[in-house]
């Protein structure tokens, strides 16, 4: 088998903690046929950029590359967090570009390329991932490199026309075409990528995941539906029962439900929405009153960026409305926090809940509801309230699914979840349960691989 090289922005270098559930596959995945894995190392070097770190840990070598202030500034904070992100998150409103951020995140592609190249195998699979390198594979090709290459992306695709709105749109698009794979989380990504290279890209559809480009170079697409380690989440959710954190939540609730919501701080999320939602849940089912506390955990992110800032101030303010107009002296309707929480701590708190409130307004997959299923009491299981703009929608179907735009519909979705009779509960977990057993994370990254050797 050909040995895996696993480009991405950043690397989980065997030094730093590797709670994600990504970087574990990924892991196991160059475990299997020994690898390489290279990406950012997170370093900002004031001088220059560009200087390389290498470590090896069995029979995985991990490169590393140091940017500047500048090049990072401009990549990363710049064009793939402040232009990218918002784009493909159907944010066209909240879109900055400048040409300046965008030669930076090329430059800083083109440096990656320069890097990586003469490391490269002709018979390597190299697998790249999401938006920070969409021009990687392009760079590779004028560079001489002639191996297999697969990209995936990890956020939503959009529509043909958002994507349109961005200027030089179509040579940065062009650079998914120098891929040999391309896999998105949905199938309905898939299609809305097919219409950009038919609409956009001057290119043609030969069936359903094989397209065509303008110059008649071939490349495959796909949907791969990321997951989740089920069985690791279900044994961690188990024995955080007795940790002390988890006793001390419990404790607090005063025999009350729980109703949960844990998400990066981001407008992506629908968050301010969310809590407008509950609000319209304790207005609405006055005779549930008292009997629920919902805690949003929202950890900081991108705190240099204004609308994040502002988002942070707005759900501060709405938190405080909430519990000023509806709470009692014994009762706190709403705990909002901004800080982290050790990973199998929040599936101790997942398993606690009542309720799950996954409400993003675009999210490609959101692997929060899916761990939330997979965290909960078989016996006694709470109930997933879940945003069909979340890819994980199309997967777990006996969650209750809600527009995140209809505040009215997810107050009445929160008051049904906390009112289903356990048999139903059993029932709706079991199916999404079962589902998430036989499409784990290995089964995503071994489904991914297959099709781009296959290709």
């Not at 951020?101 to 890097?115: I, M, S």
């Not at 844990?262 to 089912?285: C, I, M, N, Q, T």
Request: aromatic residues 10%; hydrophobic residues 40%.
């Amino acid at each position: 088998m050909s040995r895996l090289v696993v480009v991405s922005n950043r690397v989980a270098v065997p030094d730093q903690s590797q709670a994600g559930g990504l970087a574990v596959a990924l892991q196991a995945a160059l475990e299997e046929t020994g690898g390489l894995w290279f990406g950012w190392s997170g370093k900002i070097d004031p001088e220059a950029s560009g200087q390389i770190h290498e470590q090896h840990a069995g029979n995985i070598r991990y490169v590393t590359v140091d940017l500047s202030r500048q090049d990072h500034a401009d990549y990363y904070n710049g064009f793939a967090n402040r232009t990218l992100w918002p784009l493909l998150h159907f944010r066209v409103d909240l879109v900055d570009y400048s040409r300046e951020t965008y030669a930076g995140y090329r430059r800083v592609n083109a440096l990656f390329a320069e890097k990586i190249a003469p490391l490269l195998r002709e018979d390597d699979t190299v697998w790249v991932h999401d938006y920070h390198l969409i021009p990687l594979a392009k760079l590779l090709r004028d560079a001489g490199v002639r191996c297999k290459l697969g990209f995936f992306l990890h956020v939503p695709m959009p529509s043909c026309d958002l994507l349109a709105a961005l200027p030089d749109h179509a040579r940065l698009f062009e650079g998914l075409s120098s891929y040999d794979l391309v896999g998105f989380q949905t199938g309905r990504d898939l299609e809305r990528f097919q219409d950009y290279v038919r609409l956009f890209g001057r290119g043609r559809v030969v069936e359903p995941g094989v397209l065509e480009t303008e110059h008649g170079r071939r490349l495959h697409a796909g949907a791969f539906p990321i997951s989740i380690d089920t069985a690791r989440i279900a044994q961690q959710a188990t024995a955080a029962v007795g940790k002390a954190s988890v006793k001390r939540l419990a404790a607090s609730l005063s025999n009350r439900a729980l109703a949960i919501g844990v998400d990066r701080l981001d407008y992506s999320k629908g968050l301010p929405e969310r809590f407008r939602a509950f609000s319209h849940y304790l207005d609405r089912h006055p005779q549930q009153r008292g009997k629920v506390t919902f805690l949003q955990i929202a950890p900081l992110s991108r705190g240099e960026v204004a609308e994040y800032r502002s988002l942070r101030s707005e759900l501060e303010r709405l938190a405080g409305h909430i519990n000023g107009t509806h709470a009692d002296a014994d009762w706190t309707p709403m705990r909002y926090v901004n800080r982290n929480y050790p990973h199998p701590t929040l599936t101790g708190f997942y398993r606690m809940a009542r309720v799950g409130v996954v409400t993003p307004l675009r999210d490609g997959m959101n692997l929060v509801a899916k761990e939330f299923v997979a965290s909960q009491d078989g016996d006694d299981p709470g109930v997933l309230v879940l945003s069909t703009f979340a890819g994980a929608a199309r997967e777990l179907g006996s969650a209750l699914l809600v527009n995140p735009y209809d505040l009215d519909g997810v107050a009445d979705a929160i008051a049904t979840a906390v009112a289903m009779p356990l048999p139903e509960r059993r029932e709706r977990w079991q199916a999404m349960m079962t589902h998430l057993q036989q499409h784990d994370i290995t089964a995503w990254r071994r489904s991914y691989l297959r099709a781009l050797r296959e290709v």
